[in-house]
């Protein structure tokens, strides 16, 4: 388990949501560790979970360079925060934030393959619908929620957070009004 400092959250009824969530996918991982036969069925859901909560905090950053024309946000550029700012309706959309991020490097991955897999734990989210209407594939879902996938969800999310605590903290007047993140997985990074 690590522990990741909230204090970046811009709406703070999110940032607890984020908190019911993590709660959420502790119970889960317990489920998960304690029985292997059965744990690949809760791999859908711990995943869909963790994607969610990626989704939910890359909101917030794009709530916060919207909104937050005061405080601002820490280590974005003037020109960076007039593009978000004067494009609202498209950064409404988790592909467009991610492609953003991408553009502008949010969380200082670049030359990695972070934001491709960031995508397509996004594509993977949506496959919570069993139709699969977009027909992506695999089309078995025990193929497309796999330990494997698992693991990188894991691994970007804690990415993801850890380093909008460090880079995109708020002022020290609009902190612990949520309580810090704590991911249900041992930790992949120290």
Known sequence: MRTINSHFIGNFKDGDNICYNLEVLNKLYEAYYRDEERSPFLRKPITVFI???LEAALDDLFYKIRGY???GVPNLSADTVAKVRTNTSSYRKFKTQIKCAKNHDFFDVAGSNFYIVLDELRKIR????IQ??????PFGENEVFTERRL???EKVCEHTLA???EKFPRSPYNRGYVDDFILP???HYS
Request: charged share 25%; proline share 0%; aromatic share 8%.
């Open 185 to 187: 997985w041992n930790s």
């Open 132 to 137: 699969n209407n977009y027909r992506d594939t």
């Open 51 to 53: 994607v969610a909560i």
């Open 69 to 71: 024309t005061r405080e």
């Open 126 to 129: 949506n496959r919570m619908h």
């Open 163 to 165: 380093k909008m605590s």
């Open 151 to 153: 693991i990188q969800a």
